[in-house]
């Protein structure tokens, strides 16, 4: 009897580590040809972001960029990216006044009464491609992910509309696409980015506030500008790998 | 005594009925996932290729300034030398494709120009020149005084 049950335990476990080591191979037999283009190397590049807060101005271009250049709908929610303006008393640092009428769509109007302690400047924001993405970790059906040139990107046929993602992002960089019921954000123009262009913000932004930068690529002049600057990322302590890199930032901004 | 094979017998069936289940797992699995899922990651590989599939709306300098040199000329040593053309004139990839058939649309020469020189608190006065439109040249077009491509009034 304790002969059998030993037997059984043994070819049950081989079984199991059998079953574990079959379907490790079966995902090489089912994974087909990458559908990697030839002229772009996605292992070649490692993208993200310097946005320059001195020189933001809070026109609103870049998101009217995005919205025109990524079909994203004109609606309350709705951004792939957006600017904040803060308004910091220096009594009260803690408690930054922060608006955003629709994103900054149409630009920023003039503060009602202006304090003469008050600190005002712009913030835009975006998606920060962390490189360890908290909404990629939560995705239950792999429909979202980074890809091996750093983006995070939103594989829109596979994704269930669960919001877990949206939940999960500590920028709120993420929403729900009306249309489609599916999540959506910031591809950082990866249509564009992989043909030679810059980001349709980037394109956009009349100051150079926002530049798209490979930080795999030696020549790309943002080396030398995170070497003479103090750069920095928005919620560090959360180790979530964030590749915005934001000159000027004030420590009001959240 | 029957008792020891038949207990032989039950292994077999569990077994048997697992081997079944996994059988059925692999065409279930084989059905549902898609073919290059986990070729880079745990995602559809070929979803890179979605993402790039976008069609491009801003042209992107290069192609404003290949055919439209007079404009780079005009612009050039003038603050207005570093903005991209599509800043103000809009997506125009289409334009830059198909040639005169799609004209750029036209632009609003006092509206535009104010979104970004309206004067504004916490607006950076060293990145640009600011003005309230009450109290700056009247009510008409901007462009009535200031050349859009060399906005700096200069006098003879």
């Not at chain 1, 046929?157 to 729900?176: D, E, K, N």
Request: with cysteine; glycine share 8%.
């Amino acid at each position: 009897m304790d002969q059998d049950r030993r037997t059984f335990l043994t070819e049950a476990g081989k079984f199991i580590v059998l079953t574990g080591a079959a379907a490790l191979a079966w995902d090489h037999v089912v994974a087909g040809t990458p559908q990697n283009a030839p002229e772009y190397d996605v292992h070649a590049h490692w993208w993200g972001m310097i946005i320059d807060i001195e020189k933001c101005i809070g026109c609103g271009n870049c998101v009217r960029a995005c919205k025109a250049e990524n079909d994203v709908l004109n609606e309350p929610g709705c951004f792939r990216t957006w600017v904040e303006r803060y308004q910091v008393d220096s009594a009260d640092m803690d408690h930054p006044v922060v608006d955003s009428p629709n994103g900054a769509y149409d630009g920023f109007t003039e503060i009602d009464k202006p304090g003469d302690g008050i600190k005002v400047f712009f913030v835009p924001k975006l998606c920060n491609h962390c490189a360890h993405s908290p909404c990629v970790q939560v995705c239950p059906v792999g429909a979202t992910f980074e890809s091996p040139d750093g983006v995070v990107l939103v594989d829109k046929s596979r994704c269930l509309g669960c919001r877990y993602c949206v939940q999960a992002c500590p920028y709120g960089c993420r929403y729900i696409d009306p249309r489609t019921h599916t999540a959506d954000k910031c591809t950082l123009c990866y249509h564009r980015i992989t043909k030679g262009l810059t980001t349709a913000c980037c394109e956009a932004c009349p100051t150079g506030a926002r530049q798209l930068v490979d930080l795999k690529n030696p020549k790309d002049p943002v080396h030398e500008f995170i070497r003479t600057h103090k750069v920095h990322v928005l919620k560090p302590q959360l180790a979530t790998g964030a590749k915005a890199f934001y000159n000027g930032l004030d420590g009001a901004v959240r | 005594m029957t008792g020891r094979p038949s207990q032989h017998q039950h292994v077999y069936r569990v077994a048997g009925l697992f081997a079944a289940g996994f059988v059925v797992f692999l065409i279930v699995r084989w059905a549902l996932v898609p073919a290059d899922f986990g070729v880079y990651g745990f995602y559809r590989g070929g979803a890179l290729a979605d993402a790039r599939a976008i069609p491009v709306k801003y042209a992107g300098e290069q192609a404003c300034v290949d055919c439209h040199t007079s404009v780079v000329d005009e612009r050039k040593g003038v603050r207005h030398e570093k903005l991209k053309c599509e800043s103000c004139h809009g997506p125009l990839a289409h334009h830059a494709r198909t040639d005169e058939n799609s004209k750029p649309r036209a632009l609003n020469p006092r509206l535009l120009c104010l979104s970004c020189h309206t004067e504004l608190k916490g607006k950076p006065t060293a990145v640009i020149p600011q003005v309230l439109a009450a109290d700056h040249g009247g009510d008409g077009p901007c462009t009535e005084c200031h050349k859009p491509h060399r906005p700096k009034i200069e006098r003879p």
